[in-house]
């Protein structure tokens, strides 16, 4: 892998990290906002859940960032990225409008997150004899 390439690489995968540490910090400081915004959407045991939630964003964002175990917590937060949007972004069960729009976009947006996490658990992404090769 060239500088470039894997300049590249290192700075998509402190982005995709941020993009789970800075939620999940804010999870800490707002917890009992975020029980309440959980358990609006119907979800079970919503302590225990926004606790391994927390645990798995920051923890799994850090490990992103500073490259530790890359394809196993890119395939963990990719699977994280799922849940949370089919329970919290669930556009389909809303009536039209700005707030279903919104939330599809949300859905959307999540499915190309969870998209590069994917190509992340999957190693370089080149299918060629050579693309996991340093």
């Known amino acids: 892998m060239d500088v470039i390439q894997k300049t590249l690489f290192v700075t998509g ?10 939620p999940g910090t804010m999870k800490i400081v707002n917890f009992d906002g975020t029980a309440g915004y959980m358990a609006e959407h119907g979800v079970m045991l919503v302590p225990v859940f926004l606790v391994l939630t927390i645990l798995i964003q920051v923890g799994g964002g850090v490990c992103l960032a ?29 009536p039209g409008g700005i ?19 994917l190509v992340l658990s999957g190693g370089s992404g080149d299918l060629s004899p050579a693309g996991d090769r340093p």
Not at 99 to 117: P, S, T, V, Y
Request: aromatic content about 12%; glycine content about 6%; proline content about 0%.
């Open 13 to 22: 995968r402190v982005l995709l990290a941020l993009y789970f540490i800075v």
């Open 99 to 117: 707030e279903r729009a919104h939330e599809m976009q949300n859905f959307i947006k999540n499915m190309g997150i969870m998209a590069g996490l």
């Open 66 to 94: 500073i490259g530790y175990r890359v394809r196993e917590i890119a395939f963990l937060l990719a699977g994280l990225v799922l849940v949370i949007s089919l329970v919290m972004h669930d556009f389909w069960t809303m």
